[in-house]
């Protein structure tokens, strides 16, 4: 294994100081404290709420604790504490329970340092989603004052991290996301990782990132895991964690009390139970104690850290004493490696370096055409530098901490009088920000080459167009940061590259004019805690969309949330503040779209966003993606006069003689590549922006938050009339009275569709009123306070317009005929989520198939989504798909609605099936023992063509996550095609006597469908239940078209064993039974292609049948490509099935078996070849998926 000369020397210095401490561990006298100052301690200990361990670890925490002192934490990990649950407030034994609690939590009550608790599940559950469990760690939290002492939050599995200082790093991990089965599914998770590859390459990033520090890693390990499951867990652990060598691991599984030694790490165990565990092997001993106490790693000036546990001096005395003490490591700290700089003199002052931004996007012509011109050069040409002298500028800089996202370095850097500085990497490292399979996959080459596509030298330009704009802005500089060994432990990432300084805009900016000379930066997460604590703060909003439509000039597309801050100011006689943004990361101004692929990728269904720069915007909504909650939060009450106001304004500020100053601001040999062209483009966005502005603003009207505050507001809702709404907010004062408006706004009809009004907190009123022929649909979500909502409206039509969401307990309501009562006894009704938006998406569709039946089938279509207010994941999709065998000449066109809550909480899906002109299959006959010899027979004998249309629409509901019921009418007609010396046609005539079977026959029915869904995943399931039940009456309409009834249903079942490899069982189990007289096209099938390998397609076909598919799904490996990662695995399949016919008497089962291969590309679709055999035939399959 490979590693930098950097690893070798701290390898090796581990080593050294592990030799001594594993002889001094076999004496019994314990060495003495080095002779160093003390400079923080971490003091760990596990599941306390244990019997034994509670009467020991309390008092030894009381002890210890308090001398601690304010340098120092405390870690519990898992069930910390007893009771693990809370009664209600009303249970007489609550205040019992409460005191026990009380007790345990003593040692915290006056602790100065951070107290963190990684909570286990009660009772050995995995979630703690219990309200008994949510009722103790409340009371702990409010007992203790610390809302945040439960980590990780949500129940996410971490890692979380936590800076103690500038030399050492605590992680946190809850494993029992990480164990099989346990992984986080929900799609709208907000945890930074939810499955445990994510949380392992997420660890991975933060120890590479931070190699420099002395890192704990501590982890709670469920106490009812399996000891096959452990042993996976560790020996996975030890597999990653020694690429990390030093790192000191601490959990909560095992001995009391256990010290262990592997490949440079340090294991630590604080279980505080009974018994012993066995040690994965490879691991070394080094102590064990089968007693309760804590163990405390302590940290020194010198950079060593040395290991503590701390018992009970003996069985009657609690008094807490060191029962092992030994050396860990030791780092050089930051204090030590910059004073070891003392003396050393550097200056860089007037020193210049021609310097590229980058060699790594030269091209070959081939690939420019593919993937584009883009700024190649720009990034290659070599152009003057300064040097950047840590020492000089600004007076001298020091490092405060390392910044920046997944895909640039940076370093956050203080002047003397603690203002803050950013100095950025030009280069970007965009494989960071990918999932950890594709970053060494083209995936990864592919997003790094279109760095390429953003300008290098970009920002430079922006301040003077930013001062004609009159928008604030940065002062970005660009220096040559060389190889300066002040830089301290950056310098490895720094060294001898092209930086980017500028202005950290935060906190007190009164001197910076650029930054509106504010006292008070913020960011925009602070903005919105400001403006939901208290509706007295205000943000500018004509200052935001002034700011937005410069975005629209430069092409700046990546304009997110955290690429702002506010410049905050006091209001003029007024009470709170008024915000202005402050836009920064200035990347992607005048980022360009060029080559084939990343113009395909910038279809509308793909990538819209990266529509590039050039004289015109294409499609101004889509363009704005990355701004999608930043605008619907902080554009919502301009009016298009505002909109144009401001377009026209910027338009005129921004002249072509500002616009050719700021770009000739490029360094010479870039402004000669590129500049004249940014020129042009740049005045021809400019005059397009009153266009732009009012396309984007129609977009924007379609659906308006106007949202509230914690605070009580008056909603004053007024259709004027047909073209008009009006809408007010005023501030409620404490006493009730009426103060100044905070909203106020105008919709027109022809542009608004929905105004969603949100109380939020405190006491809010919404009035309602006017009569008119017509009026947008307003939605009034009341809050978590008091409301009184009151409905005095009236818009002619059938559909009411005005929604009222609220909880209808403590709440005043008067309705009138215009309201729509959607409220509830659950809290979740007045729930505001700023991120709910979602574009509507239409894109194509593409499918490729085959059997030995049809053959090739080719298919394309379009998939459509509409969104809609609470309809989650969408208000209706459109599924649409025309497919084509070429060996059959068949033909079938599918349509697959589905509308969500289109009648309260109602569903409506919608079904076409049409098979025209001549749909091509198969029938050998009605009974279990029906001929057919391929040897004898040419397959086309059987195939017989018709004309089929099927229709359905369905009204049902989901329960729950997984159930969906479905109830609806259906309608199908059938044409056969008469067509000579067929098996179809000699069937007819015995059958009938006639060819009456050949004349059209329509049917209406009933269905019903119910759905059991707890897969974990559709298309690669490894647990969980299906069952699919789907009861149908049908009448015949016409001709001698029969009556008759359908009941089907199928139930699958998956479970699998991950030791020592994955292995999916899977197991399907179907039957069907048709009653009355019914057509062969409606008899129940035995179907090579869907539940009976081995056969043809639908070989056998009855009254009733029954089928069973059994399958084992072996997962051989992972594997990694340049073209993707993915996993590969072998599976093996045993079918069996029959069906019944009327007066046929057969006891013969049909059993097909086989294998195959199956591959996941990126572990997200399945692709699996596999190849059947029976009595009868012998047949390749290849499909996308499994069977089921």
């Known amino acids: 294994m490979y590693l930098p000369l950097s690893k070798y020397v701290q390898l090796l210095v581990y080593i050294c100081i592990t030799i001594p401490a594993l002889s001094q561990a076999q004496?019994?006298?314990?060495?003495?404290?080095?002779?160093?100052e003390l400079t923080y301690?971490?003091?760990v200990t596990g599941n306390t709420g244990e019997a034994n361990a509670k009467q020991i670890v309390t008092p030894i925490l009381s002890q210890l604790l308090p001398a601690a002192g304010k340098n120092s934490s405390v870690v519990f990990i898992g069930n910390p504490l007893y009771p693990q649950t809370l009664p209600d407030n009303q249970k007489e034994n609550r205040a019992t329970e409460e005191n026990k609690l009380k007790e345990q939590l003593a040692p915290l009550s006056n602790y100065e340092g951070k107290a963190m608790i990684i909570p286990g599940a009660p009772g050995g559950k995995t979630d703690r989603d219990d309200k008994p469990y949510q009722r103790q760690e409340a009371f702990i939290a409010t007992h203790l004052q610390n809302e945040k002492i439960f980590v990780p939050e949500g129940g996410c599995p971490g890692p979380l991290e936590i800076h103690i200082n500038q030399d050492i790093l605590l992680i946190l991990l809850d494993t029992r996301r990480l164990l099989p089965g346990n992984e986080i599914t929900d799609e709208f998770s907000t945890c930074p990782a939810t499955r445990p590859s994510q949380v392992v390459a997420l660890l991975d990033d933060i120890l590479r990132n931070y190699d420099e520090k002395q890192v704990i890693v501590a982890a709670n390990i469920p106490q009812t895991i399996k000891p096959m499951e452990y042993k996976y867990l560790r020996r996975n652990f030890a597999q990653f964690f020694k690429q990390h060598p030093g790192l000191i691991y601490i959990e909560n599984n095992g001995t009391a009390l256990r010290h262990s030694f592997s490949d440079s790490i340090h294991y630590v165990s604080v279980g505080n139970k009974a018994g012993q565990i066995k040690l994965p092997k490879g691991e070394k001993e080094l102590f064990a104690a089968d007693t309760a106490g804590v163990a405390r790693v302590n940290f020194y000036k010198n950079g060593e850290a040395w290991l503590e546990f701390i018992t009970a001096a003996n069985p009657g005395n609690t008094t807490g004493q060191v029962a092992y003490r030994t050396l860990l490591m030791r780092k050089p700290t930051q204090a030590m490696i910059t004073a070891s700089l003392k003396g050393q003199h550097f200056n860089y002052a007037d020193s210049v370096k021609s310097v590229s931004a980058s060699t790594d996007y030269i091209a070959s012509n081939f690939r420019k055409w593919l993937m584009g011109e883009n700024y190649r050069e720009e990034w290659a040409t070599k152009v003057q530098l300064p040097y950047f002298d840590i020492g000089q500028v600004k007076g001298g800089l020091k490092v405060v901490q390392q910044g920046g996202g997944f895909q640039t370095r940076s370093l956050r850097l203080a002047d003397s009088t603690g203002r803050e500085y950013v100095l950025r990497s030009v280069e970007k490292y965009p494989a960071a920000a990918l999932p950890r399979p594709l970053r060494k996959t083209i995936a990864a080459d592919v997003v790094k080459d279109q760095i390429s596509a953003s300008h290098p030298y970009a920002p430079l330009t922006l301040g003077s167009l930013a001062d004609a704009a009159k928008i604030y802005h940065t002062n970005p500089q660009y220096f040559y940061i060389p190889d300066d060994p002040r830089l301290g432990k950056y310098r490895e990432g720094f060294a001898n590259t092209v930086g980017l300084f500028e202005e950290r805009p935060d906190e007190d900016q009164s001197d910076a004019p650029h930054f509106g000379n504010s006292k008070n930066v913020k960011g925009t997460e602070k903005v919105l805690e400001n403006l939901q604590e208290d509706n007295d703060n205000k943000v500018d909003q004509k200052s935001v969309a002034r700011a937005r439509l410069f975005d629209f000039i430069i092409g700046d597309w990546d304009r997110h949330d955290d690429q702002w801050r506010w410049a905050s100011f006091e209001k003029q006689g007024e009470k709170g503040d008024i915000f202005q943004p402050i836009p920064r990361?200035?990347?992607?101004?005048?980022?360009?779209?060029?080559?084939?692929?990343?113009?395909?990728?910038?279809?509308?269904?793909l990538l819209p966003k990266i529509q590039g720069f050039d004289d015109d915007i294409r499609d101004v909504a889509s363009f704005n993606f990355n701004a999608r909650y930043f605008d619907r939060t902080f554009l919502t009450e301009l009016s298009l006069t505002d909109w144009l106001e401001t377009a026209n304004d910027l338009k005129n500020s921004i002249s072509d003689a500002e616009i050719e100053k700021s770009i000739k601001q490029l360094p010479a040999p870039i402004f000669r590549l590129s500049g004249p062209r940014i020129i042009s483009d740049?005045?021809?966005?400019?005059?397009?922006?009153?266009?732009?502005?009012?396309?984007?603003?129609?977009?924007?009207?379609?659906?308006?938050?106007?949202?509230?505050?914690?605070k009580s507001e008056l909603f004053l809702v007024e259709r004027q009339d047909d073209a008009h709404t009006n809408v007010t907010v005023r501030k409620i004062s404490k006493s009730g009275d009426l103060e100044q408006v905070i909203y106020q706004r105008q919709f027109k009809t022809a542009e608004t569709k929905e105004i969603r009004l949100y109380g939020l907190g405190g006491e809010d009123e919404f009035r309602i009123s006017g009569e008119v022929n017509k009026g947008i649909k307003v939605r009034i979500i009341g809050g978590d306070d008091k409301d009184k909502i009151t409905d005095n409206s009236k818009v002619a039509g059938l559909s009411k317009k005005t929604y009222v969401y609220d909880t209808r307990a403590e709440n005043e309501f008067k309705f009138g005929p215009e309201t729509k009562n959607l409220t509830s006894n659950r809290e979740e009704v007045n729930a505001y989520d700023r991120k709910a938006f979602v574009y509507d998406y239409f894109g194509p569709l593409g499918a490729i198939e085959f059997?030995?039946?049809?053959?090739?089938?080719?298919?394309?279509?379009?998939?459509?989504?509409?969104?809609?207010f609470k309809k989650e994941p969408f208000a209706a999709s459109h599924r649409i798909i025309g497919k084509y065998a070429l060996r059959t000449n068949s033909y079938r066109f599918t349509y697959d609605g589905y509308f969500t809550h289109i009648i309260k909480k109602f569903d409506l899906q919608l079904n076409f099936d049409v098979r025209a002109p001549n749909f091509n299959t198969t029938f050998f006959g009605l009974g279990n023992e029906t001929q057919y010899d391929e040897d004898k027979e040419e397959i086309d004998f059987y195939r017989y063509t018709s004309r089929q249309y099927y229709f359905n629409a369905m009204l049902g509901r989901k329960i729950g996550k997984s159930q969906t019921l479905l109830l609806g009418p259906s309608y199908q007609r059938i044409n056969l095609n008469l067509t000579p010396e067929r098996f179809i046609t000699n069937f007819a005539w015995e059958q009938e006597g006639n060819y009456n079977l050949f004349e059209a026959k329509t049917y209406g029915g009933l269905e019903f469908r119910y759905q059991l869904d707890t897969r974990d995943k559709a298309s690669q399931p490894t647990k969980g239940v299906y069952i699919a039940l789907g009861p149908g009456l049908y009448k015949g309409l016409g001709g001698d078209a029969s009556d008759f009834n359908r009941l089907s249903g199928e139930v699958s079942l998956y479970r699998t064993f991950r030791v020592p490899?994955?292995?999916?069982?899977?197991?399907?189990?179907?039957?069907?039974?048709?009653?009355?007289?019914?057509e062969f096209f409606q008899a129940n099938r035995l179907d090579g292609?869907?539940?009976?390998?081995?056969?043809?397609?639908?070989?056998?076909?009855?009254?009733?049948?029954?089928?069973?598919?059994?399958?084992?799904?072996l997962k051989l490996f992972n594997f990694q490509t340049y073209l993707f990662p993915g996993s590969m695995g072998i599976l093996g399949f045993h079918d069996i099935g029959r069906v019944w016919e009327k007066n046929e008497n057969s006891k013969k089962w049909h059993t097909g078996y086989g294998g195959g291969i199956w591959i996941s590309p990126v572990n997200l679709l399945v692709l699996s070849a596999e190849y059947a055999v029976s009595k009868e035939s012998r047949m390749p399959l290849l499909r996308a998926g499994f069977l089921f």
């Open 851 to 868: 059997n030995r039946d049809n053959g090739i089938q080719l298919g394309a279509g379009a998939l459509i989504k509409t969104q809609g």
């Open 682 to 710: 740049l005045k021809a966005r400019r005059d397009a922006l009153p266009r732009d502005a009012v396309d984007y603003y129609k977009f924007l009207a379609k659906e308006v938050d106007v949202v509230g505050s914690d």
């Open 1061 to 1078: 490899v994955r292995l999916t069982l899977a197991n399907r189990t179907g039957a069907a039974k048709n009653y009355g007289d019914y």
């Open 585 to 605: 990361d200035r990347d992607m101004a005048f980022f360009i779209n060029q080559g084939v692929i990343p113009n395909i990728a910038s279809r509308k269904w």
């Open 41 to 43: 301690s971490v003091i």
């Open 1089 to 1113: 292609l869907s539940n009976l390998r081995g056969y043809r397609q639908n070989r056998f076909a009855g009254r009733s049948s029954f089928y069973n598919n059994t399958e084992a799904r």
């Open 27 to 36: 004496t019994p006298n314990i060495p003495a404290s080095p002779n160093s």
